[in-house]
Nanobody, 124 residues
Framework: QVQLVESGGGLVQAGGSLRVSCAASGRTFSGYTMGWFRQAPGKEREFVAAITWTGGSTYYADSVKGRFTISRDNAKNTMYLQMNSLKPEDTAVYYC?????????????????WGQGTQVTVSS
């Protein structure tokens, strides 16, 4: 059974940092692009960041560019999102996703695998 499991969410003050992780199990994700999405209460799920299989290319939403860093360790089948200079508007449930298509990961459509999400709350 394929699973993506997020961890590392929590409560942090504005200006602080947090790192969330996504551990993949059940299969190898060789060749898969992976990404992070988030969904705030009352809002649609939105793209946050994506990283290709080799890690050679990364993509970010404008709202997090310069503050968030996506990375992955393929030997550990794990992806990370380092979040710095957090703002209250970053509060959301953060989901990881995996798909062979970069277009799919960036759009959030027809994604092969989704995690269950981890809550990140930034207090002002």
């Amino acid at each position: 059974q394929v699973q993506l499991v997020e961890s590392g969410g929590g409560l942090v003050q504005a200006g602080g940092s947090l790192r969330v992780s996504c551990a993949a199990s059940g299969r190898t994700f060789s060749g898969y692009t992976m990404g992070w999405f988030r969904q705030a209460p009352g809002k649609e799920r939105e793209f946050v960041a994506a990283i290709t299989w080799t890690g050679g290319s990364t993509y970010y939403a404008d709202s997090v560019k310069g503050r968030f860093t996506i990375s992955r360790d393929n030997a550990k089948n794990t992806m990370y999102l380092q979040m710095n200079s957090l703002k209250p508007e970053d509060t959301a449930v953060y989901y990881c996703a995996a798909d062979r298509s970069l277009v799919a990961v960036k759009s959030g459509r027809e994604i092969d695998y989704w995690g269950q999400g981890t809550q990140v709350t930034v207090s002002s």
